[in-house]
């Protein structure tokens, strides 16, 4: 019975693997991954608000002076060792359906309309340095 339990233990993953700090793959966005309430939420705790990006997505969507601590990633849970949730597009203003993928410390997060094939990924590294990048 203890060799069972012993097993399962190991082979699931360990409860709060989301809770930490995520940098995007291509170093403009950090967001802080927390547990509330048995479910997984993110906000924004740091981006580039100098990336050319940033700026276009600032005119057609939400104004930066608004973006540090928005939630842009609420209600995951885990299903079949991924999380179901939704995501917020500050770009657009639209919500998403979401999965996230975890291997070791990278992250792909995949929002979608109707199926997840037809989504759009991005990747996030853990963010493991004790302070955040300086604001542009």
């Given at each position: ?40 939420f ?42 179901q ?35 759009k ?16």
């Open positions: 019975m203890n060799l069972i339990l012993l097993t399962l233990l190991f082979l699931s993953p360990p409860k709060d693997e989301l809770v930490g700090n995520w940098i995007s793959s291509s170093n403009d966005l950090i967001v802080q991954c927390y547990e509330k309430n048995n479910l997984y993110a906000k924004i705790i740091w981006f580039d608000n100098q990336h050319p990006k940033i700026n276009k997505f600032s005119e057609n969507g939400l104004p930066k002076d608004k973006w540090l601590g928005y939630i842009v990633m609420s209600d995951f849970t885990q299903v079949d060792g991924r999380y949730g939704t995501i917020f597009d500050i770009k657009n203003g639209e919500t998403y359906d979401a999965i996230i993928k975890q291997r070791g410390d990278e992250l792909t997060v995949t929002g979608y309309i109707l199926i997840p094939l037809l989504g990924d991005i990747t996030f590294k853990r963010y493991v340095k004790s302070t955040l990048p300086k604001q542009n």
